[in-house]
């Protein structure tokens, strides 16, 4: 990825930042271009967990996996003492508290049963997601024409609010970072931009002082 793409969405991402939070987006340096598979997740996962360690080495307060799937998170945790905070799951913990029932906008048909998953691997209420449609845009194109997928999610999202009854959506993908305030105005529901919402909490758990637990996350022993 180039870095005036990193430098694109370090500007969109201090936007929402509080005063005095420095972001740094970075890049794996192999691996997939876009992850859309477990099998994507797989190839990803040790290159990110190279940039997580070194980020910590060079002094950053935390990290944030900029993906929807969370890709290594549980393995990042065990191996590094800041905060790692995986986008996907904060959301789905979120879109819980702020609407009774919720649809996931994701990318592709062939990753809706995966954000399925993802969703049940967290052990919430399995009836408050009531669907998962698909714009059917690649990852690596979602933001090559930024009208044309907002549209797409505006359609889509009329379909999960009008037929599947949800009351507020979850962007499944953080290529979507920035679509969240405007999808919510054209559908009149809340709308869960992952990124910018990664950004906030882990501004709140820094200031509190708060980490994730050793007694889930223990650290890596060999």
């Known amino acids: 990825m180039p870095r005036s793409t990193l ?20 890049c ?3 691996g997939p271009e876009s992850i859309e598979s477990s099998y994507d997740e797989i190839l990803a996962s040790v290159p990110l967990l190279k940039k997580i360690t070194q980020a910590e080495k060079d002094g950053f307060d935390g990290a944030i996996i900029y993906c929807g799937s969370d890709p290594a998170i549980d393995a990042a945790r065990e191996i590094v003492d800041i905060p790692v905070i995986g ?10 508290d702020i609407g009774f029932k919720f649809s996931i906008l994701t990318v592709l048909d062939e ?17 408050r997601l009531v669907s998962v449609r698909s714009i ?13 997928t907002l549209n797409a999610l505006e359609r889509v999202g009329k379909m999960c ?23 919510s105005k054209r559908l009149g529901v809340p709308v869960i931009d992952p990124a910018l919402l990664a950004v906030k909490y882990m501004e709140m758990i820094i200031s509190l002082g708060l980490n994730y637990s050793r007694r889930s996350y223990v650290k890596y022993f060999k």
């Open 7 to 26: 430098n694109e969405r370090e500007a969109m991402l201090s936007e929402y930042a509080a005063e005095g939070t420095l972001i740094a987006v970075d």
């Open 111 to 127: 990753t809706i049963a995966k954000d399925e998953e993802h969703y049940r691997k967290m052990g919430m209420d399995v009836t």
């Open 87 to 96: 986008p996907g799951k904060i959301s789905f913990l979120i879109a819980n």
């Open 136 to 148: 059917n845009i690649p990852v690596a194109n979602v933001r090559d024409n930024m009208e044309e």
């Open 28 to 30: 794996i340096n192999e």
């Open 161 to 183: 609010v009008e037929e599947d009854d949800a009351h507020c959506l979850v962007l499944s993908c953080l290529g979507m970072a920035g679509m969240g305030k405007p999808l």
